[in-house]
């Protein structure tokens, strides 16, 4: 069956139309072959997706994600590694060493309309199971080390739900590792206005200043790094320079924990 426009939740399509448009520039400074097969097969102008603050924070989280998994995975080359909310997203091929056993986890949906452009691979499988429900943790093959990425998952969830997710975590998987995208109390209450997301009907959950909240929610977890997308968006633009001076406290962070 094919991929329809319907298909694909509005909020999965930022990222997706992003990564898509990058892909094809001169000098692109992320390569995701599948993210332009797919924006490609669904033939609609996703442009409006796509403006130029978004672009350049999902570039620079895209970037920013891949060197802290590849940096982990080089420590625990094999570790259980699970995108959890992983949408259209290809880490995998991004990251993989030839040993980590990936899961690509999103709810039974998103999987169903993964499933239509994804197959699964070695080492690679596609799973249906719940950030706030922990059941599907249990048919999962047992690795000394789990690492467990979250990139634009957190942001839609309540504080309530945040918790439920990170006590699942640590009561499923005896050690690991959370790779998190966090956002600012101020997008919470200011999300109709952020460029790609006002297009459509997400609203953003608890925002925080510091992952350091993240642990009066699970006493098992230490937060190991915290740095803003600020950090790489810089490197490329004047207007990333100046929004890293102006917004210093605005932008998303890409969160590590570990428990
Ligand atoms: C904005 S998309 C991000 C997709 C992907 N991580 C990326 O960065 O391209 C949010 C994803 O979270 C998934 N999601 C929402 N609630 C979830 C839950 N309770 N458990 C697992 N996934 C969830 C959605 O189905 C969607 O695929």
């Known amino acids: 069956m094919e991929l329809t426009f319907g298909d694909v939740e509005e909020t999965a399509l930022i990222p997706l139309a992003i990564k898509a448009s990058e892909t094809g520039r001169e000098n692109a400074r992320i390569k995701d072959e599948k993210a332009k097969e797919i924006i490609d097969a669904l033939g609609v102008d996703v442009s409006k997706y796509d403006p130029f603050m978004s672009h350049e924070g999902v570039v620079a989280r895209t970037i920013m994600f891949r060197r802290e998994l590849k940096n982990l995975i080089a420590k625990y080359p094999d570790a259980l590694c699970i995108n959890l909310g992983c949408g259209f997203d290809d880490k995998f091929s991004q ?65 309530e739900q945040v918790k439920t997710c990170v006590n699942m975590l640590c009561d499923s998987f005896e050690h690991g590792y959370l790779l998190a995208e966090l956002h600012s109390p101020f997008l919470e209450k200011n999300g109709k206005h952020h460029d790609a997301v006002k297009h459509t009907n997400a609203t953003f959950g608890w925002g925080t200043n510091s992952g350091e909240e993240y642990l009066g929610l699970e006493p098992r977890l230490s937060l190991v790094s915290e740095t803003s997308y600020n950090e790489e968006m810089k490197k490329y633009s004047i207007r990333g320079k100046i929004f890293a001076v102006v917004g210093k406290n605005l932008n998303n962070r890409l969160a590590i924990f570990k428990w």
């Open 95 to 159: 990251v993989d060493n030839g040993r980590i056993a990936w899961f690509d986890v999103d709810l039974p949906e998103q999987i169903a309309k993964r499933r239509k452009v994804y197959t699964d691979r070695e080492r690679c499988t596609m799973k249906e199971g719940s950030a706030l429900d922990g059941e599907w943790t249990k048919r999962l093959p047992k690795r000394d080390m789990t690492i467990v990425v979250m990139e634009g998952v957190l942001e839609y969830f309540s504080k």
